[in-house]
């Protein structure tokens, strides 16, 4: 099923005029190619009897024990200006939490895909973190503008929160963090980080929050190789 929602976003993308992907939505900071894709993607999960939580059009569908959180681009900007470099992310989360999750890169097809308690997958293959520990070795994907550095080997800011935690899933950075006065909603994090966990990386909240809520409510994750280099993010006060 998330599959084929997936697919749904990618078909319903690519239907879209690349020359007129600059054109805004009516809600600030989206893209009318969102709706489109949104609109595509909530009406596999519907189907499926699901409740959706989405960035685009918000709670949908039943109020289940299954709850399909919804970020149908996740990277709109990069999409926008023609940077490779975003995806569909999807999460169904139950009673206990993130359950089954994909991130899907709609410009390469790269499916990372997770299941609770079953490990996490890059095109089918098992997946795993680096081993770094050292901040001062780390090559560190952000969100956020930075306050300052806290003397990591090299930063990249990819924009794409749902790609750049599963970039750490599978040992490309060492770790992810949201920094300055940044913050992320569950749609943008919730689907990696249950690839990110069941990979064996580690994820936390900069200030101990829940990160698997069910609405809108801010929040700043990070993501990281080792407990030791997460230790070392969450305390960097950035």
């Not at 409740?51 to 681009?73: F, I």
């Not at 990277?75 to 899907?104: E, R």
């Not at 801010?218 to 993501?223: G, K, M, S, Y």
């Amino acid at each position: 099923m998330l599959d084929e929602a997936a697919q749904a976003a990618r078909v319903a993308l690519e239907g879209t005029n690349p020359g007129d992907r600059r054109r805004r939505g009516e809600r600030l900071g989206q893209y009318a190619f969102d709706v489109v894709t949104d609109d595509a993607v909530c009406a596999v999960l519907h189907r499926e009897g699901l409740g959706v939580l989405s960035e685009e059009s918000g709670r949908s569908g039943p109020d289940s024990g299954l709850l399909a959180v919804v970020d149908p681009v996740d990277g709109s900007t990069n999409a926008s200006i023609g940077l490779s470099w975003y995806a569909t992310s999807l999460c169904i989360l139950d009673a206990t939490g993130p359950w089954v999750a994909l991130v899907a890169n709609l410009v390469s097809g790269v499916r990372y895909h997770a299941i609770r308690e079953r490990g996490a997958f890059r095109d089918g293959g098992a997946i795993h973190p680096s081993t770094t520990s050292e901040l001062s070795r780390a090559v560190v994907g952000i969100s956020g503008f930075p306050r300052r550095s806290p003397g990591w080997s090299q930063f990249r800011a990819l924009g794409a929160a749902s790609l750049d935690m599963c970039a750490v899933a599978e040992g490309t950075l060492d770790g992810y963090l949201v920094a300055g006065h940044s913050a992320l909603s569950v749609w943008d994090y919730v689907a990696a980080m249950l690839v990110c966990t069941e990979a064996g990386a580690v994820v936390a909240e900069c200030d101990g929050l829940d990160l698997a809520v069910r609405d809108r409510s801010p929040r700043r994750p990070v993501a990281a190789a080792t407990p030791a280099l997460a230790a070392e993010l969450v305390g960097a006060d950035l």
